[in-house]
């Protein structure tokens, strides 16, 4: 039996839009987009098997919408905003990846883990929660954690949320931070929109996510480096426009400029997206199986 959770769910949603109405303007420089968080989730449901997808498709308004709750609870959770990247630069690389956290506190402490980030380890804890949701076959459970949970495995696709210049504030490039993940992946829309294969089961997530976050931080050099150089051969006054939000006039950059960058990335950013999508599937794909398959048709 699949629980009736409308009343539950509605007040969820209203809380959500209160959220998203105030904070809008305050939360893009911290991961993905609005647009690229909910269209992330939502592309997964399609990689779901029909057991399983049903489920989904039915609530697919709160799996794009809950998809942005864990930044707009940045704002009023203390311990939230570490789970959303790793500063990979401040550790020796090969001495902490592939740890898991227990093994990751006894050499770093929980404190330090904390201020650097703890991306890798918030989404195995987080899959573990969706597979006991599916256990106890909790409707309003297992819609929030998987939207949740998609929220961080996007964010672990994310390049510069793997390192401490995660805006460009130490390399003069300040803005680069939405720039590459809110303002090209709103220019692109559907031309993110890629095949996905059939979910996958993941035997050992806590490797895998760290595959993830490794070869997110292998790519942050090249993302600076493209734009540093075309912002020198760029005129200063060709790089930004301003537009009008509302009543305000907001500086963003240029749309030939945006353009250009994007081609020198050379499918980078789709490219994360789509990998993002198809490993959000995988996990909540995974989390299904080992609770035993429920049906959900
Ligand atoms: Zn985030």
Redesign the pocket.
């Known amino acids: 039996m699949i629980r009736n959770h409308n009343t539950s769910f509605k007040k969820l949603f209203r809380q959500v839009l209160l959220l998203q109405l105030c904070l809008f303007y305050s939360?893009a420089a911290?991961?993905?987009g609005f647009f690229a968080?909910k269209r992330i989730n939502h592309l997964a449901i399609f990689t779901l098997p029909p057991k399983l997808n049903g489920l989904y498709k039915r609530h697919i308004h709160a799996i794009e919408n809950l998809a942005?709750l864990?930044?707009q609870r940045?704002h009023s959770l203390d311990e939230e905003a570490a789970?959303?990247?790793i500063d990979l630069d401040r550790y020796l690389i090969k001495s902490i990846a592939y740890l898991n956290f227990e093994k990751a506190i006894q050499l770093y402490t929980n404190d330090s883990l904390q201020r650097h980030g703890i991306v890798p380890w918030i989404i195995p804890t987080m899959k573990n929660r969706l597979k006991q949701a599916f256990f106890n076959r909790d409707t309003l459970q297992i819609i929030k954690l998987s939207s949740e949970l998609g929220?961080?495995i996007?964010?672990a696709h994310?390049p510069l949320?793997t390192t401490s210049n995660y805006d460009g504030q130490k390399s003069n490039q300040v803005g680069i931070h939405a720039f590459w993940e809110s303002v090209i992946p709103e220019m692109l829309q559907s031309d993110l929109e890629d095949w996905s294969a059939p979910a996958q089961y993941i035997a050992d997530l806590q490797k895998e996510t760290w595959n993830w976050i490794l070869s997110s931080h292998s790519l942050v050099e090249i993302l600076l480096s493209l734009e540093a150089k075309l912002n020198q051969k760029t005129n200063a006054r060709s790089k930004y426009i301003f537009i009008k939000k509302g009543t305000l006039l907001t500086k963003t950059y240029a749309p030939a400029y945006t353009k250009a960058y994007h081609q020198s990335l050379n499918n980078q950013i789709e490219t994360r997206f789509n990998e993002a999508v198809q490993h959000v599937g995988n996990v909540w794909y995974s989390a299904w199986l080992e609770a035993g398959q429920p049906d959900f048709k």
């Open positions: 939360i911290y991961s993905w968080h942005v864990p930044d940045r789970r959303h990247y929220h961080y996007a964010d994310v949320h």
